[in-house]
């Protein structure tokens, strides 16, 4: 049932953009295209959405109707330790900044003027990650 819903749904949205679409092309000056838009071309759109998203409902089900049984895995994996940083350089910033940044991020790696972080307390970088070290 939501396949044949989703067919005539998304069916019926192309069917009215392609006339809000036909209504627009002949109107030259955009406060006589608003209606159109209003209609047929923007309700259109949904539909087709809607479509889709009972197409993918339906897709998901068991031919009986019933919701497709969800495969439990096994056992959660163990979560992997934190990865070691990726250079060995010590974290840097850039003057008058407020971010600790790891040498190779990105953000820092192409300025000269970054110095190391030395005793400041700083935030860490939130595109590295240089804690912990």
């Known amino acids: ?17 392609v006339l809000g679409w036909y209504g ?9 295209q608003l209606p159109y838009l209003a209609s047929c071309t923007v309700p259109g759109a949904a539909l087709i959405v809607a479509g889709a ?14 919701p497709a049984p ?3 895995p096994e056992s959660a994996p163990e979560p992997l ?35 190391p972080v030395g005793d400041a307390e700083l935030a860490p970088c939130p595109v590295c990650e240089p804690w912990p070290r």
Do not use: K, N, Y
């Open 1 to 17: 049932m939501l396949l044949w819903g989703g067919l005539a749904t998304a069916a019926g949205g192309a069917v009215l953009c």
């Open 24 to 32: 627009i092309s002949g109107e030259r000056f955009a406060e006589r």
């Open 53 to 66: 998203v009972l197409l993918a409902t339906g897709a998901r089900r068991a031919p009986d109707g019933s």
């Open 70 to 72: 969800e495969s439990a």
């Open 81 to 115: 330790p934190p990865a070691p940083p990726s250079s060995p350089g010590p974290p840097l910033r850039v003057p008058g900044g407020t971010l600790a940044h790891r040498p190779d991020c990105p953000l820092v790696a192409a300025r000269p003027e970054a110095v």
